[in-house]
Structure formats: structure tokens, C-alpha cells
């Protein structure tokens, strides 16, 4: 019988019970792919997992992990073949099924992207699903017609990994990017990667107005709660956020009035069940819009040993830019 090693949670009384065990091949869920996973990442709802923080996963027992890179090793679907260097995000994957911290992954051949030319697995993790929810929320900020000689644009949890990668994004294409933390010992690494200004978080987390003084026209909120209320009630005339968290809440204590008053957009923004066609879209755009060197700069690297420690403090806040777990 096949072993490999994975992270394996199963229910507990006050949350997961985790540990790393040898994993039967025979038992990974159906797919018509089998991947040999060499790269994962810790994001935000990797940490809810881990914790049992929120109920992320809903199949007990669970490996956890939401996305992947690795080599195809055996594969009945038209798309792949063995060798093939491959991206997995969402589709359900740590939640309801057999998930990324795992040396291998079967799954469905239609949930997984080619890697892109000229970027590694490594890279591509170090991406993961932060960085590909970054380019969706900026793709969706293009779509709705908004352009950098418009006015600035605000990014929320800036030092995490979606907020890093969206500001390095955004930085790069020409917009004054305003970058909101909690971190102020942050300013310089947000700065390094294309911030123009940095603001605290309390300036938006508290209940605000209705509607506030225009400052930005466009925005990428991973926070929720009363922070995207402050933000759409900033929002210029015709402006839109993009918005694709809930780090501070789950709750949207906003009014109608940005909508009815300015034509103010707020723009849904997920990437678990993503289209397929968009997903290629954004990695296109990842591979060559994202800046190497500030992805380097954003990011660290664990063993895989180290996710579960690495998920509690991405939790807590603990956690700047992305985190590249290498797998196998």
C-alpha cells in the first residue's frame, strides 16, 4: 500500500484535533487527477481551519489546505498528462474535500490550471490564493471601468497576503495606492512594495457616517464589517470596492446612501468556485504583472511541519505577506 504524509484533522469537542500521519493512497477522494504536491500556502482561511475559528471545514476527517502546486502523476482528464506542472484554488478543497497539506491530491482535472510560463510552483504558492484573490479584485476594479488617472485606491489588511499582493499590483499598473493596517511597524515593508500613503486601520474600523468625505475611488477590502461600510461611504462618485474578506466580521453595517447618492459599486469577489475562464485570466496576468522581486520580498518559507503553528498565528495577525510551505 501507498503512503504519503499528510496533515490530518478530524472533529474535536473544541476544535480540530491535527496531526501529521502516513496517509493511504487508497484513501484520497475520486478525481480523475493525481497530483504530487510540492508547494502549498498558509492563507487567512487556512488559519480558520486550523483553528476551528470558523467552520471552514465540513467533511470530518480533513486535510486541510486550499490550494496547491505540484506535478501531475496520473491523469484520465483531456486537459493533463503526467509531468504537467499544475495550480489548484478552492473548488471546496481543505473544506469538503482532501485538501493541499498532503504529499499527494486526487481531484477533478477541471478544477486545476496549467502553471504559467516562467513561473515555478514555488512562485506560484507563493501567490496562492491571496495573490490570485488580489488580481480577481483588481480585474474586477478594471472591468467596472476605473483606471489610475481616476484618483487613488485603498487597500484594507495591506500587510496581509491579499492586501501585499494587491498593493504591489496596483502600485505597479500606476495607481496611488493608500494602504490601511493595523501594523504601523509595517509603513516601511508597505512603502517597499508601492504604498503611497499609509493609514491606521481604527480611521475605518469603528461604526462611521452614512456617508463620508469622498477620499479614493476604488478599493480592495478583505476585512468586512464596518471597515467596508467606512470604505463605500468614502468612495468617490462612481467609484467601486472589491470586495473578497471578512477579517473583521461578516456583518456590512452600511447604508444605501453611497449607492443612491455617488453610484457607488460594490463588487463581490470570489475565487473558490471561479469560472475557469477567469481563473486563467488572472494567472495570465499574475505571471506577468506581479513584480518578482516585490513577491520575494513579501514572502517566507516553512516546512510543512510548521503549518499548524504558521495557522494559528496568521489568525491572530501575526503573519506579514505570504507563507510557502513546502510540501514534498
Known sequence: MTTFKALVATKGETGPNLAFTDFAESDLMEGDVTVRVTHSTVNYKDGLAI?????????????????????VETSD???????????????????????????????????????????????????????????????????????????????????????????????????????????????????????????????????????????????????????????????????????CGLAQGMDLPASVMPFILRGVALLGVDSVMCPKPRRLEAWARLATDLDRDALAKITTTIPLESVIETGKAIVEGKVRGRVVVEVG
Not at 483553528?51 to 506535478?71: L, S
Not at 497539506?101 to 502553471?115: C, E, F, M, N, T
Request: net charge positive.
Open 51 to 71: 483553528t476551528g475559528k470558523a467552520p471552514v471545514v465540513r467533511r470530518w476527517p480533513m486535510i486541510p489546505g486550499i490550494d496547491f502546486a505540484g506535478r
Open 77 to 243: 482528464h483531456p486537459d493533463f498528462k503526467p509531468g504537467d506542472l499544475v495550480i489548484l484554488n478552492g473548488w471546496g478543497t481543505g473544506e469538503t474535500h482532501l485538501g493541499a497539506y498532503a504529499q499527494k491530491s486526487r481531484i477533478k482535472g477541471d478544477w486545476l490550471v496549467p502553471l504559467p510560463p516562467g513561473m515555478n510552483p514555488s512562485e506560484a504558492m507563493a501567490i496562492g490564493t491571496a495573490g490570485y484573490t488580489a488580481m480577481l479584485c483588481v480585474l474586477a476594479l478594471e472591468k467596472h471601468g476605473l483606471k489610475p488617472a481616476d484618483g487613488s485606491v485603498v487597500v484594507t489588511g495591506a500587510a496581509g497576503g491579499v492586501g501585499s499582493v494587491a498593493t504591489a499590483l496596483l502600485a505597479k499598473a500606476g495607481w496611488h495606492v493608500i494602504a490601511s493596517t493595523g501594523r504601523p511597524e509595517e509603513a516601511d515593508y508597505l512603502k517597499s512594495l508601492g504604498a503611497a500613503e499609509i493609514i491606521d486601520r481604527n480611521e475605518l474600523s469603528a461604526p462611521g457616517r452614512p456617508l463620508g468625505k469622498e477620499r479614493w475611488i476604488a478599493g480592495v477590502d478583505a476585512v468586512g464589517s464596518h471597515t467596508l461600510a467606512n470604505l463605500l461611504s468614502m468612495t468617490r462618485y462612481g467609484g467601486a470596492i472589491a470586495a
